[in-house]
């Protein structure tokens, strides 16, 4: 026998079998607020939970489907409404929306293709106060790398609402002609340091005034978002920055600090990973 402290004889070592590599990381399908060209991966689950120095809660939760495609639930409170003008607006909370979303990945037709998305989000009634309101919007996102840390995108987004106060018909936002309905957003991500994007993103969200004549009864208004995500963990991220809901009328008494933890569940990927190799 060998010696006590000796290694094994070369044949008796039992092999150990190399384990798998960490998946690679995920591009989000939002900046701060704008969406991206970027979807989740097939059997993702992703989740975000927010909160801002104006009292407002807010969450959203994804599913990916095959690489291609995304549907998900969330709940905003940015959607706001006043009833007359000259009065200060008042948040619409909670206000559930549903979305579906389907693209393609960044180079997968042809070198320097940009990440696309094409999605549609629409919400469920709202009704407090006498009055009922829905919001439906289509976009397509692009985003692009531009170099080894920065990443560009940009987004045309055509929206409509519905607003009714008593008894009174629907006001439609598309009735109001196309001009009213489509907006450019976008915004640029950059990879300050090893575990940290600076962000900083422009969109839009309808704004309602209850008792103004019709084609004021639906505004689209611009909100500015700036700051910072940084890697807490491999399925965990924390967004923290300024948003300002009303930067048209370079408003900043109304900018609000948030806060919002991103989640990434990707038990089902590893699963359905695992399966595609078979």
């Known amino acids: 026998p060998p010696p006590l402290g000796a290694p094994p004889p070369i044949e008796s070592i039992t092999e150990v079998p190399a384990s ?49 495609a995304e549907f998900g639930v969330a709940v905003t409170d940015l959607i706001r409404g006043r009833e007359a003008s000259g009065l200060t607006p008042r948040r619409l909370a909670p206000f559930y929306t549903a979305t579906f979303r389907m693209g393609l990945a960044e180079d997968r037709l042809f070198r320097h293709q940009p990440a696309l998305a094409l999605g549609f989000r629409k ?3 709202y009704e407090a106060d006498n009055h009922r309101a829905r919001i439906a919007e289509l976009h397509l996102a692009a985003s692009g790398h531009v170099g080894t840390r920065t990443t560009v995108h940009l987004n045309g987004s055509f929206w409509d609402a519905s607003v009714e106060t008593g008894d009174e018909g629907a006001v439609l936002l ?5 001009g009213r309905q489509f907006r450019v957003g976008g915004g640029v991500a950059v990879r300050a340091v090893e575990d940290a994007d600076i962000l900083i993103d422009y969109a839009w969200m309808p704004e309602f005034c209850f008792t103004c004549s019709a084609p004021n009864r639906t ?5 500015l978002s ?6 807490l963990a491999s399925w965990a991220q924390l967004q923290s920055g300024v948003r300002v809901p009303d930067i048209g009328d370079a408003n900043l008494l109304d900018a609000q600090i948030f806060g919002q933890l991103p989640l990434i569940n990707r038990s089902i990927e590893r699963v359905v990973d695992r399966r595609r190799r078979r």
């Open 219 to 223: 505004r689209l208004r611009p909100i």
């Open 226 to 231: 700036w700051g910072v995500r940084y890697d």
């Open 123 to 125: 919400s469920f009634e």
């Open 20 to 68: 798998e590599p960490p998946p690679p990381p995920i591009d989000l399908p939002e900046l701060l607020l704008a969406p991206s060209g970027a979807m989740l991966p097939a059997g993702v689950i992703y989740s975000r939970s927010g909160v801002d120095t104006s009292g407002g809660l807010s969450s959203d939760m994804r599913f990916g489907l095959g690489d291609v």
């Open 174 to 178: 598309h009735d109001q002609g196309l």
